[in-house]
T-cell receptor, first 113, second 114 residues
């Protein structure tokens, strides 16, 4: 079945450092890909998405590019802030498009001043 | 309301008791989803309602779990004879018509089974 694998955390960075969180997927056809974020004490929020190959999703300085050839959707940010500290989840909706989100295990990011 | 709401926010119960968790989706959203977030299993899909279609129950972990959606709006997730492994945060999400990619999540119900 479809699945998502993301790098294990926690990831600890200093403010203004470059962030990469790796995410790869296994799915038939062309899934839609997502990054969700869960800030401390808050609910899950959609951060960005890409629905077809080579699309780049972006929001709040974060970017991820849908790479069909490597089945990847790595999350990047050029300069992280303390306020980016959160748990990040990579997810997909399969090509059957039922809306069922399949999540990776989540990566905790801690940014220190 | 502005977003998806869930109640109660916290529920503590004893093993073997039944519990009901409620979800109020965003007005006008036709699809409603239940997920579970636990330390051991991460975020898992449980069940999905779309309009008047039969729900997709493929993620329900056992027959102790059931859900219904009345009038195409409010949904209730019921867990019968709760077990300690049912302890988790239960999340509800809804999405607008024809936009399954736009899921908005509620704050969740934290269930603790003693």
């Amino acid at each position: 079945g479809d699945s998502v694998t993301q790098m294990e955390g926690p990831v600890t960075l200093s403010e203004e450092a470059f962030l990469t969180i790796n995410c790869t997927y296994t799915a038939t056809g062309y899934p839609s890909l997502f990054w969700y974020v869960q800030y401390p004490g808050e609910g899950l929020q959609l951060l960005l998405k890409a629905t077809k190959a080579d699309d780049k999703g972006s929001n709040k300085g974060f970017e991820a590019t849908y790479r069909k050839e490597t089945t990847s959707f790595h999350l990047e940010k050029g300069s992280v802030q303390v306020s980016d500290s959160a748990v990040y989840f990579c997810a997909l909706i399969g090509s059957s498009n039922t809306g069922k989100l399949i999540f990776g295990q989540g990566t905790t990011l801690q940014v220190k001043p | 309301g502005a977003g998806v709401s869930q109640s109660p926010s916290n529920k503590v119960t004893e093993k073997g008791k039944d519990v009901e968790l409620r979800c109020d989706p965003i007005s006008g959203h036709t699809a409603l989803y239940w997920y579970r977030q636990s330390l051991g299993q991460g975020l898992e899909f449980l069940i999905y309602f779309q309009g008047n279609s039969a729900p997709d129950k493929s993620g329900l972990p056992s027959d102790r779990f059931s859900a219904e959606r009345t009038g195409g709006s409010v949904s209730t997730l019921t867990i019968q004879r709760t077990q300690q492994e049912d302890s988790a945060v239960y999340l509800c999400a809804s999405s607008p018509p024809n936009a399954p990619h736009e899921q908005f999540f509620g704050p969740g119900t934290r269930l603790t089974v003693l």
